[in-house]
């Protein structure tokens, strides 16, 4: 879980803003969208399968 220390004198806006910054970072909220339902497992193939079919696309 991705932490911040609040600074002194640093408003709390600017403090949440980095904290949610470094949660994006850290791939939290894709994660939990991801899991916000059950998967398959041939669901999971398949979207894995499609990612690695655009990965190998853009790399030419």
């Given amino acids: 879980m991705p932490s911040v220390r609040v600074k002194e004198r640093e408003p709390f806006d600017v403090a949440l803003r980095r904290f949610k910054r470094s949660c994006e970072k850290a791939g939290i909220v894709s994660e939990l969208r991801r899991r916000e339902y059950f998967e398959k497992p041939t669901w ?5 399968k499609a990612a690695a079919v ?6 030419i």
């Fill in 44 to 48: 999971a193939r398949k979207r894995k």
């Fill in 54 to 59: 655009k990965r190998a696309i853009r790399a």
